[in-house]
């Protein structure tokens, strides 16, 4: 299920797959740990074939050694399992690679990251088919190259932050704040970011002859900010997140501004097993077009033991998702339109 708040969650993140890791070392001051998931998914989208793919499975290292009582170095290493476009074959992917320091006055990691506003997420419960009302990822991918992130966790609250450099504009520039809070019942968030893209480029055969390699005059920038709260009672939970973006290109007139609501749910009908749903709302104008859409799933997950688990879903979605066409000749915004489109699909993954 995808990341949410719930509470002050963002450092567990670090270690979050140790309830089930190997250990390759564990020592006074010291562990070392093998980690991943295997991911199988059979998806079924309106008039197309049934798909079956590796589902994003990954592993990684992470390891955390104490140099002092107050103080620990960490650090992770994680790939993921693809396959190529011709599908004759996998290939290994390098997902995240960072390190950092853990002290009494924080967290500083420095690698390929996730950035914060996708750690710390929204009302979106599903597998497959939430999130089409948070455009925050929309240029970043939700992953930075050169991440530099602080995170600070209070008794009652969290602060988190990055910065992403851009290296001569080689990569994207991003910076985020968020704050996290929770009290009698209720989680709640808020914060936002600013991603600059100036990399973008467009080309044909550009090892054998980089000369047709050109810039695109497309400085592209995505303003984001939203609002999250959630409430637990007893065992269902109830989110809502409203989110405001503004993507647009400083070197044309063009702009998306888009507005998305997400209200979404669980209920823990077992001990190993939760049932969800959400309603997704996303308002978009820009370039002369002006439409919304509409994005409903449900779904249940069941948990074997905490090393596997399976889970199947139902998605519906209706209504246009505005989006850039960057050529090198300009920049213009198309849509992307669906009809009363259903979804389906079903998944397992094996953790270790």
């Not at 520039?173 to 209720?186: K, N």
């Not at 970011?193 to 480029?201: H, I, L, P, W």
């Not at 939203?226 to 973006?245: H, K, S």
Request: aromatic share 14%; no cysteine.
């Amino acid at each position: 299920m995808k990341k949410t708040l719930l509470a002050v969650a963002i450092p567990a993140i670090i270690f979050s797959n140790a309830a089930s890791a190997v250990e390759l070392l564990k020592d006074e001051g010291a562990m070392v740990d093998f980690y991943g998931q295997l991911r199988t998914q059979v998806e079924k989208y309106e008039d197309k074939d049934v798909t079956l793919n590796a589902g994003s499975s990954r592993a990684g290292v992470q390891a955390q050694y104490a140099l002092s009582d107050t103080v620990d170095v960490f650090g992770k290493v994680e790939f993921g399992i693809a396959f190529k476009e011709s599908k004759d074959e996998y290939n290994m992917k390098n997902r995240l690679h960072f390190a950092g320091v853990d002290t009494d006055f924080g967290k500083i990691s420095f690698g390929r990251q996730w950035i914060v506003s996708d750690e710390t997420y929204g009302a979106d419960y599903s597998y497959f088919f939430g999130g089409s009302a948070m455009p925050y990822a929309t240029l970043s991918g939700a992953r930075h190259d050169s991440l530099i992130k602080y995170v600070f966790e209070g008794e009652n609250f969290l602060l988190a932050a990055n910065y992403g450099l851009a290296e001569d504009d080689t990569n994207q520039e991003l910076s985020e704040l968020y704050v996290t809070t929770s009290v009698a019942g209720f989680n709640f968030h808020v914060g936002g970011g600013v991603n600059r893209d100036k990399s973008y480029k467009v080309g044909t055969d550009k090892v054998t002859n980089p000369a047709k390699e050109a810039d695109v005059n497309a400085d592209l920038e995505n303003t984001y900010y939203e609002g999250t709260v959630e409430y637990t009672f007893g065992p269902a939970l109830i989110g809502f997140t409203y989110y405001n973006a503004e993507l647009e290109s400083q070197t044309s007139a063009l702009s998306i501004d888009s507005d998305g609501y997400s209200l979404g749910g669980t209920f823990s009908w077992a001990e190993n097993a939760t049932a969800y749903a959400g309603y997704e709302y996303l308002e978009q104008t820009g370039g002369g077009l002006s439409d919304d859409s509409q994005n409903i799933y449900i779904g249940t997950d069941y948990h074997f033991n905490k090393w596997s688990r399976i889970y199947v879903e139902y998605g519906y979605k209706d209504g246009t998702t505005l989006a850039y066409s960057n050529t090198a000749a300009n920049t213009t915004i198309s849509g992307s339109k669906a009809d009363g489109e259903s979804q389906y699909a079903i998944g397992a993954r094996v953790y270790w």
